[in-house]
């Protein structure tokens, strides 16, 4: 699973090399990258646009049939309408120097956004994270996003590509809630495993603190740059993290 990130500019450069190349951060701290989450309505993406965020993520999905919108939207489910579509928002993002992360939470909006990407893949010159939920994970349902026909529809269009692959979770606050187990890090692992590109996990930061072994597992079998070029600086932000755990902004690279 040995895997190098692309060179400055391209999709797949690292995150903290972009923006410590760029004056954003001043070292190479995964927890020094801050996002806007959701930034799928206009409101929201103007507000992350102007922001000091530098990660803008959103959520891209097909319209409702009987909508008058026929390409992908900006919407996160049980939503399955906007006045933003993929189109505008990329528009206007392409004018920030903002790295971006789009969450796919169904198959049929992949390759449509896919092509509208490939429109305007000239003027990104940063980080692009493609994400969807590909493998049940804690307290999460089965609705998962199906792993080989995703990766290979965005790796048809984007080879350089950085893959950002996760779970369902859930959190129940009335009970206590088992983290991730063996099993479903080991099943990322054998998905991983056969990809060139650099990978990052998003994970929900609640439940970091009871799997921390199996992270720590998951990063060092990685051996790749989006996730593990400096393992110690991982572990540093992996428990920086645990102690911010409902920090809104802060992502496990």
């Known amino acids: 699973m040995e895997t190098t990130a692309g060179g400055p500019g391209s999709w797949s450069e690292n995150i903290l090399q972009y923006f410590l190349r760029n004056n954003h951060i001043k070292t190479e701290d995964g927890a020094q990258i801050t996002?806007?989450?959701?930034?799928n309505h206009k409101?929201?993406?103007n507000e992350a646009l102007k922001s000091t965020a530098h990660m803008i993520e959103a959520d891209?999905?097909?319209?409702?049939?009987?909508?008058?919108?026929?390409?992908p939207i900006m919407?996160?489910?049980?939503?399955?309408?906007?006045?933003?579509?993929?189109?505008?928002?990329?528009?206007?993002?392409t004018k920030s120097n903002k790295?971006?992360?789009?969450d796919f939470k169904s198959l049929a909006a992949v390759e449509p956004a896919m092509m509208l990407l490939e429109n305007v893949k000239k003027h990104l010159k940063r980080p692009v994270w493609i994400n969807a939920d590909i493998l049940p994970g804690p307290n999460g349902n089965s609705r998962v996003v199906d792993a080989k026909p995703?990766?290979?529809?965005?790796?048809?269009?984007?080879?350089?590509?950085?893959?950002?692959?996760?779970?369902?979770?859930?959190?129940?606050?009335?009970?206590?809630?088992e983290g991730y187990s063996w099993t479903m890090v080991k099943e990322m692992e054998?998905?991983?495993?056969?990809?060139?590109?650099?990978?990052?996990?998003?994970?929900r930061a609640a439940l970091v603190r009871q799997s921390c072994s199996q992270f720590l597992w998951l990063l060092k079998k990685s051996n790749r740059d989006s996730c593990n070029e400096n393992v110690h600086l991982l572990c540093l932000s992996l428990l920086s993290i645990i102690f911010s755990l409902f920090s809104p902004f802060i992502c496990i690279l």
Do not use: R
Not at 35 to 39: S, T, V
Not at 75 to 93: I, K, M, R
Not at 160 to 175: A, I, Q, R, Y
Not at 190 to 199: A, D, F, K, M, T
């Open 150 to 177: 995703f990766i290979d529809t965005v790796t048809s269009f984007f080879p350089d590509v950085t893959f950002s692959l996760g779970w369902t979770t859930g959190w129940h606050p009335e009970k206590v809630n």
């Open 43 to 45: 409101a929201q993406m």
């Open 35 to 39: 996002w806007y989450h959701a930034a």
């Open 190 to 203: 054998c998905i991983c495993n056969e990809l060139s590109q650099p990978v990052t996990f998003p994970v």
């Open 75 to 93: 919407a996160h489910p049980p939503e399955t309408s906007s006045d933003n579509t993929l189109q505008e928002w990329l528009t206007e993002v």
């Open 60 to 71: 891209v999905l097909l319209p409702s049939e009987g909508s008058d919108q026929s390409q």
């Open 99 to 102: 790295g971006i992360k789009l």
